[in-house]
C-alpha cells in the first residue's frame, strides 16, 4: 500500500497570507490527524478528522482549521501566517490503532 | 493519556545493542505502549506497539513487565542509520479522535 502522502512538500509564505495543505491518507484509512513539529514545542496535536467530521481539536488558534473530504484527503488551511507558524506540518493516517505519518511540508513564513 | 519519561540522549555503536528504558507509571488499562522513531525533517515512523509482555518485529523487541508501569525498546545491533530520536506514547490507541501525546524523546546517536 502507499504511504501516506502530503502536498507540497516545501512552501515559503509571507506574514499575513494564507496557506493550504494537503493530505492523502492510506487508502482505507478514515481518520486524518494534523500536527505541526517545531524545535521549541516539539510534536503538538492540531485536529483530527474521521468521515468528514473534526472529532478532536488540539489547542491551537481558530486561524488554524482544516477539513475532510469524502475520499478521507483531507486540506489543513492557515491564515494570517505568523512568522511563529513556519514548522514541518505533519499529517497521519489510522485505521485503528497506530497512526501512520506522512513526510509533512516544511512551511518557511518571512 | 498517561505522561511518559524517558531519557534525553543515549550513545552506542554500530553493532551494539540499545534498550531504550520508558516510564510511564499512570498506564491505564486501556492504555497501549508504542514507539515512533523519527529522523530530522521527516514524519514518524512507527515502530512497535504492545500492551503486555514481549512483542518483537524484524525492526525491534518490546518488553513490558506485568505491572506495566515502564517498557523497554530493544534494538538488536544497530546501525548509523538508526541514529534518530525515539519516542515513548502511551494511551488508548483505539479510542475514536485520539491525540498522540509525543514528549521530547531519546536523541540515539550511533557511532563507528
Known amino acids: 500500500k502507499a504511504g501516506v502522502t502530503q502536498t507540497p512538500r516545501y512552501l515559503i509564505k509571507t506574514r499575513g497570507q494564507q496557506v493550504t495543505l494537503s493530505c492523502s491518507p492510506i487508502?482505507?484509512?478514515?481518520?486524518v490527524s494534523w500536527y505541526q513539529q517545531t524545535p521549541g514545542q516539539g510534536l503538538q496535536f492540531l485536529f483530527e478528522?474521521?468521515?468528514?467530521?473534526?472529532?478532536n481539536k488540539g489547542n491551537f488558534p481558530g486561524r488554524f482549521s482544516g477539513r475532510q473530504f469524502s475520499n478521507s484527503r483531507s486540506e489543513m488551511n492557515v491564515s494570517t501566517l505568523e512568522l511563529g507558524d513556519s514548522a514541518l506540518y505533519l499529517c497521519?493516517?489510522?485505521?485503528?490503532?497506530?497512526?501512520?505519518f506522512g513526510p509533512g511540508t516544511r512551511l518557511t513564513v518571512l | 493519556l498517561a505522561k511518559t519519561t524517558q531519557p534525553i540522549s543515549m550513545d552506542s555503536y554500530e553493532g551494539q545493542e540499545v534498550n531504550i528504558t520508558c516510564s510511564h507509571n499512570?498506564?491505564?488499562?486501556?492504555?497501549?505502549i508504542t514507539w515512533y522513531q523519527q529522523f530530522p525533517s521527516q514524519g514518524p515512523r512507527f515502530i512497535i506497539q504492545g500492551y503486555k509482555t514481549k512483542v518483537t518485529n524484524e525492526v525491534a523487541s518490546l518488553f513490558i513487565p506485568a505491572d506495566r508501569k515502564s517498557s523497554t525498546l530493544s534494538l538488536p545491533r544497530v546501525s548509523l542509520s538508526d541514529t534518530a530520536v525515539y519516542y515513548c506514547l502511551v494511551g488508548p490507541m483505539n479510542q475514536a479522535g485520539t491525540a498522540l501525546i509525543f514528549g521530547k524523546g531519546t536523541t540515539l546517536s550511533v557511532s563507528s
Open positions: 499512570n498506564i491505564a488499562t486501556n492504555d497501549y
Open positions: 478528522y474521521f468521515s468528514e467530521t473534526q472529532r
Open positions: 497521519a493516517s489510522s485505521s485503528g490503532l497506530v497512526q501512520f
Open positions: 487508502s482505507g484509512h478514515r481518520s
